[in-house]
Structures are given as structure tokens and as C-alpha cells.
């Protein structure tokens, strides 16, 4: 069965039964004689088969040869003869059904004879012939029969318990091959799941990076300018003395938080300074048309990606749905789209600028600066105390908690030596945790103010609390305790 081919003596028998069915010249087909018999067509059909290896049995020839001799075209003893030998010869060298079925016909025919030849001798015997000789032959004969008998009796059941063992093992087979079919699938549905999010993660990595250079490109800005007008650096001040940001920055956030460029529609405030770059020769106060038109056009000539504008926070869709709108986009929403665009961001900044009409040359009225300048004066006291508080006040709780312990173990009404040594390691955590805490909060105050210096601020910070800590040891250890005492009556320990 299956991609096996067909035994050369199956092809030659299931020939000869096709030859003999084809001698009624197409008078009679095949249902008609599985009707006449107690096969059913598809069963005869596989037997007249030529790519069939299932090998007709005895009973079917014989089938074969009596409706043959009932409509009129007998075959031959010949015929008959020759369809019996090809029969057994295919049964021989088949499948193994067909072997079993040509060892029970064996089998079948040595017991037939076996039979005939104990007829013979009973007759022999009662009749009162004594032929030793003939008996004796018989005999022998009888014995070969017999031994022959159990040989095939033997190999039928060995043959049997091959096919029951080749049918355990395909079962075995099948259930593997589906145990695999279903790995494989389970392997593609986690590769593809693994992928999807590999796509999502590098998709936020590439938009964390844009915000990472935006916010160097602004330092770095800041860095390049020089001295401020008096309101630049009072807007400063009282923007990280209330922790209000600008407008343009709020776009900017906006942005990058997935919201609609198009719905941003604060504006940026004036920042009463020039940018120092020129505006586009098109680009005229209120024109929203032609500049929108402008926008549209660099976006059609450079053909940005998907990726390109998804890595400046920006969806295609919702690019098309604003430039194709009558509406002046946010300044962030133009920013980005050049930058992903590869265009030059200030330009475009200098020319939306222009057509929005934020740019203001005129002088500030005097009680203006005035008022602006009182403002940053009062700003810069108010925000000096909160830069220096973590670098005084976490070295001092450093310099208080290291002398309290040091001055428990001297104290001479103090704790027993043993519930000391027990509380170090707490002592130690509680130091280390709530320096840490303090650090954090502190320095996280006074990084409205200080920027890109708040880290070494707190590395600067951390180091002196240790120093701290070390010097109130040393210090407790070989002077006075008083300092100690009182921190850890402070504390509720003594």
C-alpha cells in the first residue's frame, strides 16, 4: 500500500482476470457482476485493478469462471489452470494478507490430502490389503504432510504477529508525526508573536531616540546662545519655580505621546526674540494656504516611510488627514514632519512662525522689563535655598545618625553590647535607605533648575553623605558625644 510499488506477479494475475472479465466484450459490466456474486463493486474493482496490490482469492476466480460459463463464454481447463497458478504466485510474493491467504490455501490443500490419504489408508486397511510397503510409504508421506503443515502453521503465525507489530508501529508513527504537525505550529504562532513585539519594541526604541536627540538639540541651543534679554530669564525662573512648561514643549509632549498633531492647536508663545533664520520667499503673515501647500509638497517629494515618520511620533493616516486640512498644524506636528521629512526643522520653524504671525521685533514697554527683571530677582532667592538644601541637609542626617550609633556604645546608661550588635544591620539599612530617600527627593527638587547637572548633583551629594558619615565615626569615637546623645534621644532609642 502507499507509494510501494505493485509486485510484478500481482500486475501479471490481476492482467489475466482482466483478460478473462473482457472476453464478454463489454456486454456485462463490472456491477453487474458484483450484483451477480457476494462481492461489492469497489471491491471488484480493486481486484481488476492493474494499480491495485490486492490479490484476488480463490473463491473470486472461481466466481469469475462460473459467471463466465453462465453467459455463455466458459474458459478453458487450461485458462482456469493458468489463472490458479498466477494466483498463488501473486498470493506468494504479495502483501502480507495475500501471503496469509495463499498459506491457508496451503494449508488447506495439505489437509485435503492429508484427508485423501487416510481415506486411502482406512480403506487399505479395511479391505484387509496388507501392503507394508504401500503402508509404509503412506506413512512416510503422511509425516512429510505433517511436518509440512506445522512449518506453515508456524509462519502464519509469525507472519500475523509482524503484521499486528508493522500496525502498532505506524500507529505510533501517525501519533508522532501529529505531536510534531502541532510543535511546529505552536513554534510559528510564538515566532510570529516574538516578531510582532520585536517590531513594537524597535519602534519605541527609534521614537525614544528622536526625543533623545530633540532634547540634545535644545541643549545643545542653549548652550550655543548668549546671555538672555532680562524677560527670557525671568520666563526661566518662574517656570521652574512653578513647574509650568511652555507651550511648544507641551506640543511637543503631546506628540510624542501619540496624540493627534492636528487637535494640538495652542499655539507657541512669543519669545519676543528673533531666530536669526530667514523665512521662505512664499511664506507671508496669515497665508495658512500657501503654506499648507508648501508642507504637502515636501511631504509628496520626499516620500518619507511609514517607519521614518513613526520614529518622529507621527502616523501616516493622520499626516494625510492634516495636510490635507485648511488648518495651520502645531508647530511640533511641522518640526517633525520635516525632520522626517529630512528637511531643515528651523527653517520650517521660521516660516510657520512667520505665517502664524508669533514673531515680535517690537521693544518690550519698559514697565514690562521692569517687571519682568523684579521677577527673576525674586525667582533667583527663592530657588538658591532649594539648590543647596540636599548638599547640607543629607550629609548632616548622615553626620547625625552615624554619631548617635557611635555615641549609644558609649553612653554609659546605654544599651547592652549584645542588642547593639544586633542592630547594626538594621542601624546600617536605615541610614543607607533614608540618606538615599532624602538624596532623591532633594535632588529631584532641584532638578527643575539644575538640568543636565542634576546627576552629578546627586553623585556629589551621595559622596558627601558618606564622607559625612565617616567623619561623625571617627569624630563620636574619640570626642565629645554630645551631638549623638541628642540625635538618638531625637529618636526615641534613648
Same mark, same amino acid.
Given at each position: 500500500?502507499?507509494?510501494?510499488?505493485?509486485?510484478?506477479?500481482?500486475?501479471?494475475y490481476s492482467r489475466a482476470?482482466?483478460?478473462?472479465f473482457?472476453?464478454?466484450g463489454?456486454?456485462?459490466?463490472r456491477? @453487474?457482476?458484483?450484483n451477480?456474486?457476494?462481492?461489492?463493486?469497489?471491491?471488484v474493482?480493486?481486484y481488476l485493478s492493474?494499480?491495485?496490490d490486492?490479490v484476488?482469492p480463490?473463491e *473470486?476466480?472461481?466466481?469469475l469462471t462460473? *459467471?463466465?460459463a453462465d453467459?455463455?463464454?466458459?474458459?478453458?481447463?487450461?485458462q482456469?489452470?493458468?489463472?490458479?497458478?498466477?494466483?498463488?504466485e501473486a498470493q506468494?510474493?504479495?502483501?502480507r494478507?495475500a501471503v496469509?491467504q495463499?498459506?491457508q490455501?496451503q494449508?488447506?490443500?495439505?489437509?485435503s490430502?492429508?484427508?485423501t490419504v487416510r481415506?486411502?489408508?482406512?480403506t487399505?486397511l479395511?479391505?484387509?490389503v496388507?501392503l507394508?510397503?504401500?503402508?509404509?510409504h503412506?506413512?512416510q508421506?503422511?509425516a512429510v504432510?505433517?511436518i509440512r503443515?506445522?512449518?506453515?502453521s508456524?509462519?502464519?503465525?509469525?507472519?500475523r504477529?509482524?503484521?499486528?507489530?508493522a500496525e502498532?508501529?505506524?500507529?505510533?508513527?501517525?501519533s508522532?508525526v501529529?505531536?510534531?504537525?502541532?510543535q511546529l505550529?505552536h513554534a510559528?504562532?510564538?515566532v510570529?508573536?516574538v516578531?510582532a513585539?520585536?517590531a513594537?519594541q524597535?519602534a519605541t526604541v527609534r521614537?525614544?531616540q528622536h526625543e533623545?536627540?530633540?532634547l540634545h538639540?535644545?541643549?545643545?541651543?542653549?548652550?550655543?546662545d548668549?546671555v538672555p534679554a532680562?524677560s527670557?530669564?525671568?520666563h526661566?525662573?518662574?517656570?521652574? @519655580? =512653578?513647574g509650568?512648561e511652555?507651550a511648544?514643549?507641551?506640543?511637543?509632549e503631546r506628540?510624542?505621546?501619540?496624540?493627534?498633531p492636528?487637535?494640538?492647536t495652542t499655539?507657541?508663545?512669543s519669545?519676543?526674540?528673533?531666530t536669526?533664520?530667514?523665512?521662505?520667499t512664499?511664506?507671508h503673515?496669515?497665508?495658512?494656504?500657501?503654506?499648507?501647500?508648501?508642507?504637502y509638497?515636501?511631504?509628496q517629494e520626499s516620500?518619507a516611510s511609514?517607519e521614518a515618520?513613526a520614529?518622529h511620533?507621527l502616523?501616516f493616516?493622520?499626516?494625510k488627514?492634516?495636510?490635507?486640512a485648511?488648518?495651520l498644524?502645531d508647530?511640533s506636528f511641522?518640526?517633525?514632519l520635516?525632520?522626517?521629512c @529630512?528637511a531643515d526643522?528651523?527653517q520650517?520653524?521660521?516660516d510657520?512662525q512667520?505665517?502664524?504671525?508669533?514673531?515680535s521685533?517690537?521693544?518690550l514697554p519698559f514697565?514690562?522689563?521692569?517687571?519682568?527683571?523684579?521677577?527673576?530677582?525674586i525667582g533667583?532667592?527663592?530657588?538658591?535655598?532649594?539648590?543647596?538644601?540636599p548638599?547640607?541637609l543629607t550629609?548632616?542626617?548622615a553626620y547625625?545618625?552615624?554619631?548617635?550609633?557611635?555615641?549609644?556604645?558609649r553612653?554609659?546608661?546605654?544599651?547592652?553590647?549584645?542588642s547593639?550588635?544586633?542592630a547594626?544591620?538594621?542601624?546600617?539599612?536605615?541610614?543607607?535607605l533614608g540618606?538615599?530617600?532624602l538624596?532623591l527627593?532633594?535632588?529631584?527638587i =532641584?532638578s527643575?533648575?539644575?538640568?543636565?547637572?542634576?546627576d552629578?548633583f546627586f553623585?556629589?551629594?551621595v559622596?558627601a =553623605?558618606?564622607?559625612a558619615?565617616?567623619v561623625?565615626?571617627v569624630?563620636?569615637g574619640i570626642?565629645p558625644i554630645?551631638?549623638?546623645?541628642?540625635?538618638?534621644?531625637?529618636?526615641?532609642?534613648l
Amino acid at each position: 500500500m502507499g507509494d510501494e510499488p505493485v509486485p510484478e506477479a500481482t500486475r501479471a494475475y490481476s492482467r489475466a482476470l482482466v483478460d478473462a472479465f473482457e472476453s464478454l466484450g463489454g456486454a456485462y459490466s463490472r456491477r @453487474a457482476f458484483a450484483n451477480a456474486t457476494a462481492y461489492s463493486p469497489g471491491t471488484v474493482s480493486r481486484y481488476l485493478s492493474l494499480s491495485s496490490d490486492r490479490v484476488a482469492p480463490q473463491e *473470486f476466480v472461481d466466481a469469475l469462471t462460473a *459467471f463466465l460459463a453462465d453467459h455463455d463464454h466458459p474458459l478453458t481447463p487450461d485458462q482456469i489452470q493458468r489463472l490458479h497458478e498466477l494466483r498463488r504466485e501473486a498470493q506468494r510474493t504479495g502483501p502480507r494478507g495475500a501471503v496469509s491467504q495463499y498459506l491457508q490455501e496451503q494449508i488447506a490443500t495439505l489437509e485435503s490430502d492429508l484427508r485423501t490419504v487416510r481415506e486411502s489408508l482406512e480403506t487399505a486397511l479395511a479391505t484387509g490389503v496388507s501392503l507394508s510397503e504401500d503402508l509404509k510409504h503412506r506413512t512416510q508421506q503422511l509425516a512429510v504432510l505433517e511436518i509440512r503443515l506445522l512449518t506453515l502453521s508456524s509462519e502464519l503465525r509469525s507472519t500475523r504477529i509482524r503484521a499486528q507489530k508493522a500496525e502498532a508501529d505506524n500507529r505510533l508513527l501517525r501519533s508522532t508525526v501529529k505531536d510534531q504537525e502541532e510543535q511546529l505550529k505552536h513554534a510559528g504562532s510564538l515566532v510570529r508573536s516574538v516578531d510582532a513585539e520585536l517590531a513594537q519594541q524597535e519602534a519605541t526604541v527609534r521614537s525614544l531616540q528622536h526625543e533623545i536627540e530633540v532634547l540634545h538639540q535644545r541643549l545643545g541651543h542653549s548652550a550655543k546662545d548668549t546671555v538672555p534679554a532680562p524677560s527670557t530669564q525671568v520666563h526661566s525662573a518662574v517656570v521652574g @519655580a =512653578s513647574g509650568v512648561e511652555p507651550a511648544t514643549e507641551r506640543g511637543a509632549e503631546r506628540s510624542r505621546s501619540g496624540g493627534p498633531p492636528s487637535e494640538q492647536t495652542t499655539a507657541p508663545q512669543s519669545t519676543g526674540e528673533d531666530t536669526g533664520a530667514h523665512h521662505s520667499t512664499w511664506a507671508h503673515p496669515d497665508d495658512v494656504d500657501q503654506f499648507m501647500q508648501e508642507l504637502y509638497r515636501l511631504w509628496q517629494e520626499s516620500d518619507a516611510s511609514h517607519e521614518a515618520l513613526a520614529a518622529h511620533g507621527l502616523a501616516f493616516d493622520r499626516v494625510k488627514e492634516v495636510l490635507t486640512a485648511s488648518k495651520l498644524p502645531d508647530l511640533s506636528f511641522v518640526t517633525a514632519l520635516a525632520r522626517a521629512c @529630512a528637511a531643515d526643522p528651523q527653517q520650517w520653524q521660521t516660516d510657520w512662525q512667520r505665517v502664524s504671525g508669533t514673531i515680535s521685533k517690537d521693544p518690550l514697554p519698559f514697565v514690562q522689563v521692569a517687571g519682568e527683571v523684579l521677577l527673576g530677582i525674586i525667582g533667583f532667592f527663592l530657588l538658591t535655598p532649594i539648590r543647596v538644601t540636599p548638599l547640607i541637609l543629607t550629609p548632616f542626617c548622615a553626620y547625625l545618625t552615624g554619631a548617635s550609633y557611635v555615641a549609644l556604645w558609649r553612653v554609659d546608661d546605654g544599651p547592652s553590647w549584645w542588642s547593639l550588635l544586633l542592630a547594626t544591620v538594621p542601624y546600617c539599612a536605615m541610614t543607607a535607605l533614608g540618606g538615599f530617600i532624602l538624596t532623591l527627593l532633594c535632588t529631584g527638587i =532641584s532638578s527643575i533648575t539644575l538640568g543636565d547637572h542634576a546627576d552629578a548633583f546627586f553623585i556629589g551629594t551621595v559622596a558627601a =553623605s558618606c564622607l559625612a558619615l565617616f567623619v561623625s565615626l571617627v569624630v563620636t569615637g574619640i570626642g565629645p558625644i554630645g551631638p549623638g546623645v541628642w540625635w538618638a534621644h531625637v529618636l526615641g532609642i534613648l
